[in-house]
T-cell receptor, first 116, second 114 residues
């Protein structure tokens, strides 16, 4: 089984400052990793994903994340945030298998608030 | 573009009522999922289905059932709604492919049980 820990439930950041949202995972098998964003009153939208290859993954809206296998982390970063980045961010993992019907395990989410 | 739609954005029901939440996807995906989202708990999987008429329990199936009669439609049923089922319900889908497990989400249904 997999588990995901997002230690920060809320992160306030001033506009145009950098931000890092932390995600650590636990798994006995290799995993795929995802970050989703949920804007107010909306469903979840994929920000970025790590499947294989380069450990630095770039996503939409200027976000990027780095996969660190030794530290079992997949932290999300943005060098300069905007008011429109105010949202809840979820880290998720799924086990790699050949069956194609693996489940996603989500973290508890981090609410990012941008201060003008 | 993948489109996952849910029948209602907001729903208010009374305790003991039978509640149906509908989800439809238009991308011919084999897999469909129902989650509930609660503050501080993230998303928890209720049920999922990888084929018509197939279903598997997720992490919190108690008090829920599902139906999948057609590939594009996955229904979540609350047989007798209770106040502790007040929550945001999210539906998702993805294809049965080994290369990626990205899930596509609907806009959610915020259910209030009074």
């Amino acid at each position: 089984a997999q588990s995901v820990t997002q230690l920060d439930s809320q992160v306030p950041v001033f506009e145009e400052a950098p931000v890092e949202l932390r995600c650590n995972y636990s798994s006995s098998v290799s995993v795929y990793l995802f970050w989703y964003v949920q804007y107010p009153n909306q469903g979840l939208q994929l920000l970025l994903k790590y499947l294989s290859g380069s450990t630095l993954v770039k996503g939409i809206n200027g976000f990027e994340a780095e996969f660190n296998k030794s530290q079992t982390s997949f932290h999300l970063r943005k060098p300069s945030v905007h008011i429109s980045d105010t949202a809840e961010y979820f880290c998720a993992v799924s086990a790699i298998s050949n069956f194609g019907n693996e489940k996603l395990t989500f973290g508890t989410g981090t609410r990012l608030t941008i201060i003008p | 573009d993948v489109k996952v739609t849910q029948s209602s954005r907001y729903l208010v029901k009374r305790t003991g009522e039978k509640v149906f939440l509908e989800c439809v996807q238009d991308m011919d995906h084999e897999n469909m999922f129902w989650y509930r989202q609660d503050p501080g708990l993230g998303l928890r999987l209720i049920y999922f289905s990888y084929d018509v008429k197939m279903k598997e329990k997720g992490d919190i199936p108690e008090g829920y059932s599902v139906s999948r009669e057609k590939k594009e439609r996955f229904s979540l049923i609350l047989e007798s709604a209770s106040t502790n089922q007040t929550s945001m319900y999210l539906c998702a889908s993805n294809p049965l492919a080994a290369s990626s497990y990205e899930q596509y989400f609907g806009p959610g249904t915020r259910l209030t049980v009074t």
